[in-house]
């Protein structure tokens, strides 16, 4: 199993930018999938999810209205669209996934399964 995230850069605020997370061993349709972000010095806190149930979507207090998740099933990849962009967003995101039918938003950051190597995202002028 492999979670292959990528994307990240250097944005100004205000920007956008889209991450991707290539899965490969496994069929993200059938998992709870989610991006979690980590910034210097900080712990690592979650972002989005979407449910393999149903395919609703979360999204954390700090992002909502700014970024959105989406995922391809043809190309078994996730999706993190990141509007509006502040300095606050930098850090290194990641992927994750596991195989779970409830509400992702009912899933523990500990029991995700499969974390991707993760993406530097930064937002500066």
């Known amino acids: 199993v492999q979670l292959q995230a990528s994307g990240g850069g250097l944005a100004q605020p205000g920007g956008s930018l889209r991450i991707s997370c290539a899965a490969s061993?496994?069929?993200?349709?059938?998992?709870?999938v989610g991006w979690f972000r980590q910034a210097p010095g900080k712990e690592r806190e979650w972002v989005s999810c979407?449910?393999?149930?149903?395919?609703?979507?979360y999204h954390a207090d700090s992002v909502k209205g700014r970024f959105a998740i989406s995922r391809d099933s043809a190309k078994n990849t996730l999706y993190l669209q990141m509007n509006s962009l502040k300095p606050e967003d930098t850090a290194v995101y990641y992927c994750?996934?596991?195989?779970?039918?409830?509400?992702?938003?009912?899933?523990?950051?500990?029991?995700?399964?499969?974390w991707g190597q993760g993406t530097q995202v930064t937002v500066s002028s």
């Open positions: 061993g496994v069929t993200l349709d059938y998992y709870a």
């Open positions: 979407i449910s393999s149930s149903d395919g609703s979507t």
């Open positions: 994750a996934a596991v195989f779970r039918k409830a509400r992702c938003i009912t899933v523990a950051t500990s029991q995700y399964t499969y």
